[in-house]
């Protein structure tokens, strides 16, 4: 009895002193005790690091020393348990380019011996000259990889399209170039696509690849020097919810497709050189809640009425060639947030509905021709923080219920006349 009970005591102790020492080795920041750290990895971390240009020395805590636990180091994060790399975290700010803080240098192939990597993240940094390696087409293991905004040079190697397991693929990047897209069919569990700036004018491919991808949620091909929408006899995209093809030279009619995808929350379609008017679509759209067409040729004749859906919350047409009065049909707009009509040709007078539209945000009619007074029922636009009506023919009194709105962050009605 006496005895086991010295046995429960002595374990105790040795438990607490474990503790303890545990715990002083986490406060003293003893870096990864007890080492978790696969050597072979750690290995490859420091072969990698060999060929980075590295200028401001952010890897100063991957050392060669023994018993360094590489699971500490800047950027690495290992699984708990058994110790293997999953991510690397090498981006570097995304808010403004520093230089001096990028990445350059050569990728090392050793990143091949991180047989569990699932996240490589080496965006924002400043790669130049070096191409995207086509090994990265035989780290199978990851769900994730961005190389968005890191200057990698040349043409975006087709064994990218190996990485079966892929989720979330960024590629972002002006000195980029594809032959075609034809490997992008390779990526079926791809959920987030991003290849802004990369120069995609000879994958006349680019809808038929992207349109078969199963899982695709989000869409972003913006600038990308994309001349033509081939023709989609069926569109599937049965997951799609963000699609941007912004900056891109269509200089067509906008095809219908693009408001036909079932599931679409947000379309940004700026400055495609869309031309006339906005094609009559069959079904109801009602998952749409953010429609983009500002800076295109568009008009709106005959009035899209479907285009001016009840659930929308942003409509942005400025810059385009719409002439008349503001379309009636966005009094139905009740939940509009923030509507945008700047640089077009409306020459109504301001239609009392619109005071109407209590949840506006912001409401953006500069630069128009419109006439009349601005009607005391202003004030009902409680929730109001830009109102700019500048460059119209608007004239006095200025309404005193504008001091009603208490949300009010930006008031432009310059051209006004009292
Ligand atoms: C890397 O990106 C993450 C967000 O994805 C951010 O929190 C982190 O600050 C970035 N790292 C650097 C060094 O800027
Ligand atoms: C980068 O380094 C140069 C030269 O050392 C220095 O003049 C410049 O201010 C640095 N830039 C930033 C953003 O720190
Ligand atoms: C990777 O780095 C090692 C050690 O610095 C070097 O011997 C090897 O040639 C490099 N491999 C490549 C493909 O650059
Ligand atoms: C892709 O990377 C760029 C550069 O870091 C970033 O601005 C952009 O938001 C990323 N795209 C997505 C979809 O995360
Ligand atoms: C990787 O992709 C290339 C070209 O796309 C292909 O020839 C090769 O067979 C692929 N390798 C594997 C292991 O799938
Ligand atoms: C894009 O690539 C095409 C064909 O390679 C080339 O003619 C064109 O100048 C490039 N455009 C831009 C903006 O780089
Ligand atoms: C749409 O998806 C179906 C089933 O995944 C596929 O058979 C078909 O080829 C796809 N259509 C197009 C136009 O990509
Ligand atoms: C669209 O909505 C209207 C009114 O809610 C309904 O009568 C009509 O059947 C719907 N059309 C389609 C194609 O779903
Ligand atoms: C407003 O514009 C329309 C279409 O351009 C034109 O027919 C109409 O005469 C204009 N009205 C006024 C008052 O200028
Ligand atoms: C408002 O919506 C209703 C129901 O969808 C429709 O019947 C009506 O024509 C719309 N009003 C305007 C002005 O478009
Ligand atoms: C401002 O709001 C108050 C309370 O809703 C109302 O009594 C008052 O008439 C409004 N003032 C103007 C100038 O509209």
Redesign the pocket.
Request: aromatic share 0%; net charge positive.
């Given at each position: 009895m006496e005895r086991s009970m010295r046995v429960v005591l002595l374990l105790i102790r040795v438990l607490a002193i474990a503790t303890i020492t545990f715990s002083i080795g986490l406060c003293n920041g003893i870096p990864g005790w007890p080492p978790l750290c696969k050597e072979s990895e750690r290995q490859a971390l420091l072969m990698f690091k060999q060929d980075l240009e590295d200028p401001a020395n952010?890897l100063s805590s991957w050392v060669a020393e023994e018993g360094s636990d590489c699971c500490s180091w800047t950027g690495v994060v290992c699984d708990h348990i058994t110790g293997h790399i999953h991510e690397l975290?090498l981006?570097?700010?995304?808010s403004v380019v520093d230089f001096n803080?990028s990445f350059g240098g050569k990728i090392n192939s050793s990143l091949l011996g991180l047989k569990h990597l699932n996240y490589l993240?080496l965006?924002?940094n400043y790669f130049s000259t070096t191409q995207i390696p086509s090994f990265f087409g035989s780290m199978t293991s990851l769900t994730h990889l961005n190389l968005g905004d890191s200057s990698f040079d040349g043409v975006i190697p087709h064994q990218l399209g190996n990485l079966s397991s892929l989720r979330y693929l960024n590629l972002s990047s002006y000195s980029l170039k594809v032959e075609n897209l034809q490997w992008i069919s390779g990526l079926s569990l791809l959920k987030q696509l991003d290849l802004s700036f990369v120069n995609l004018s000879k994958a006349s491919d680019w809808l038929q690849v992207t349109n078969m991808l199963p899982c695709l949620v989000e869409l972003i091909m913006s600038d990308c020097v994309l001349h033509q929408t081939p023709p989609l006899p069926t569109i599937n995209f049965t997951s799609l919810v963000v699609l941007d093809l912004s900056y891109n030279s269509f200089n067509s009619l906008t095809p219908r497709w693009v408001f036909s995808i079932k599931n679409l929350v947000s379309l940004h379609l700026t400055g495609c050189g869309f031309q006339g008017p906005i094609p009559g679509i069959s079904q109801n759209i009602t998952s749409l809640r953010e429609i983009d067409l500002s800076f295109n040729s568009i008009s709106l004749d005959p009035i899209p009425k479907w285009l001016f859906n009840k659930k929308i919350l942003e409509l942005n047409l400025e810059a385009n060639q719409i002439t008349g009065q503001l379309p009636s049909s966005i009094q139905n707009m009740t939940c509009l947030k923030v509507l945008n009509l700047r640089e077009n040709d409306f020459n109504s007078t301001i239609p009392k509905w619109l005071y109407s539209l209590n949840n506006l945000e912001s409401l953006l009619l500069s630069h128009n021709a419109l006439r009349g007074e601005i009607s005391s029922s202003i004030g009902n636009l409680k929730s109001l923080r830009h109102f700019d009506l500048s460059g119209n023919s608007i004239s006095g009194p200025i309404p005193m219920s504008l001091g009603n709105l208490s949300s009010l962050v930006e008031l432009d009605i310059s051209g006004f006349r009292v």
């Open positions: 952010r975290h981006n570097n700010s995304n803080r993240d965006s924002n």
